[in-house]
């Protein structure tokens, strides 16, 4: 396995991809209310993605149709977007975005509630945004690659939810999908070492019910088998020597991400 670090020059231009998607996937999630399309989010993100000189990363990767995935409800990831599905109240939306600008890529996730929604998808919401700020405060030279995972699964299982299995997070650099798959459980304390320099894209999913899903007949979209609920947040992080700085994190982020955390961490 080849985990590449990157060099200072290379992580500027990953956090000015990053930052990027951070700030159209803010502009996403403002979006959101009852009525609105899923296409609707799809069409503006390309549209920001553009006009800032970037081309999607999602779109017309192993013939995926569109800018952003829009997982709704029980959709686990990949959640293609469509004029036919409008929002509505109760539910709640994962919006998946990447874009390539300068050749180099950033990707981030959120679940966003469409107005009230019910304690179980508040609580679900709440519990998988934790787990994702366990997986990163593991981060740090010297921390082995499964530590994120057991962090995520621990804090997960312990509210008596369930990890996804079948889709993982990974490096990020010059291509959407590199060295080394990340997945979101397991024993902590195995796989290679974390070095100064390298990148990757944590996002743990986590279903109401059992792990289970199965992709559906457009060959993109999954799905919780038992159709519960399931949520999905993504950071893109870097190592440093001080333990790791959040790409996809805006300035205007840092102090809830600290409270998060636990700890000090440095927005891009």
């Not at 070492?193 to 899903?213: Q, W």
């Amino acid at each position: 396995m080849s985990i590449v670090c990157r060099s200072q020059a290379e992580i500027d231009k990953l956090r000015r991809a990053n930052q990027l998607v951070a700030r159209v996937l803010a502009e996403l999630r403002a979006m959101v209310a009852v009525g609105v399309t899923t296409q609707d989010i799809d069409e503006v993100a390309e549209a920001r993605v553009r006009e800032a000189g970037a081309k999607p990363a999602f779109k017309g990767y192993h013939g995926y149709p569109a800018t952003v995935c829009t997982s709704v409800n029980e959709q686990v990831v990949h959640g293609i977007p469509s004029a036919s599905r409008s929002l509505e109240t109760g539910d709640i939306v994962s919006i998946d975005m990447g874009a390539v600008l300068d050749g180099y890529y950033g990707d981030c996730a959120v679940t966003v509630p469409v107005g009230p929604i019910s304690a179980e998808a508040a609580e679900l919401l709440r519990v998988t945004e934790e787990s994702l700020f366990r997986g990163i405060e593991t981060v740090k030279p010297g921390a082995r690659v499964s530590d994120i995972g057991a962090a995520v699964q621990q804090h997960v299982e312990a509210a008596g939810f369930s990890v996804v299995r079948e889709f993982v997070g990974h490096g990020i650099g010059t291509a959407l999908h590199e060295e080394p798959q990340i997945a979101n459980y397991g024993p902590a304390g195995r796989g290679p070492r974390l070095s100064e320099g390298m990148v990757f894209a944590i996002e743990p999913m986590v279903n109401a019910g059992t792990a289970d899903v199965k992709v559906l007949s457009d060959k993109w979209t999954a799905v919780t088998r038992d159709g519960r609920l399931s949520a999905h947040f993504e950071h893109t992080v870097v190592v440093t020597s001080q333990g790791c700085e959040i790409l996809t994190l805006l300035a205007g982020d840092a102090a809830r991400a600290k409270q998060l955390l636990g700890a000090a961490v440095r927005s891009a």
